[in-house]
């Protein structure tokens, strides 16, 4: 999990509500991502950022809304249009700039339930 | 595009035996290939990762994987597998061209003792 840290571990949202899952690293990693974990599915991409202040739509994006203002934290927030919002949700980050050769590093997840 | 698969959804092994998982991937570029692998209720852990070079690349934790070009592979393996391995194994694939990780669906490893 290393310098990713993710909060909170877990999270209860009822119908009808916003909620803001947190992102925050301490690497110095220009690259950073959002991804959903079902079970049997793997993991897919909802979001990623390669510099601050730009950011790009994953493979899922529709539901969700990210910002990058600082190189240091990448929220993620989940709004009501996500229909199925209840999955692990996973944050990570790059050096980036190296043509693709650069390691993910993952933060501990958190956990979104829909009441 | 981009793509990976791991047919097998679990691999069941006796402790002390050697484990595989298997991997195979579709790129049009180079690709750059990497294992993770998950405890329950964690982020993911990186094991290993083929970039270029030597086709066995070695990792942590004992782990090891080799590239086959020809068959598109990127195959898992440890020589003694131990009941701590028991986990979920992710590999995963980069296109030279791509700036984004494509992840296959996951193979659950159980050891027993």
């Known amino acids: 999990d290393g310098g990713i840290t993710q909060s909170p571990k877990y999270l209860f949202r009822k119908e009808g509500q916003n909620v803001t899952l947190s992102c925050e690293q301490n690497l110095n990693h220009d690259a950073m991502y959002w991804y959903r974990q079902d079970p049997g599915q793997g993991l897919r991409l909802i979001y990623y950022?390669?510099?601050?202040?730009?950011?790009q739509k994953g493979d899922i994006a529709e539901g969700y809304s990210v910002s990058r203002e600082k190189k240091e934290s990448f929220p993620l927030t989940v709004t009501s249009a996500q229909k199925n919002p209840t999955a692990f949700y996973l944050c990570a980050s790059t050096t980036g700039g190296t043509g693709g050769r650069d390691t993910q590093y993952f933060g501990p997840g958190t956990r979104l339930t829909v009441l | 595009a981009q793509s990976v698969a791991q047919p097998e959804d679990q691999v069941n092994v006796a402790e002390g035996n050697p484990l595989t998982v298997k991997c195979t991937y579709s790129?049009?570029?180079?690709?750059?290939l990497f294992w993770y692998v998950q405890y329950p209720n964690r982020g993911l852990q990186f094991l290993l990762k083929y970039i270029t070079g030597d086709n066995l690349v070695k990792g942590s934790y004992g782990f090891e994987a080799e590239f086959n070009k020809s068959q598109t592979s990127f195959h898992l393996k440890k020589p003694s597998a131990l009941v701590s391995d028991s986990a979920l194994y992710f590999c995963?694939?980069?296109?030279?061209?791509?700036?984004?990780?494509?992840f296959g669906k996951g193979t659950m490893l159980l050891v027993s003792p």
């Open positions: 790129v049009s570029g180079n690709p750059y």
């Open positions: 950022s390669q510099i601050v202040n730009d950011f």
């Open positions: 995963a694939v980069r296109d030279s061209g791509y700036s984004t990780l494509t």
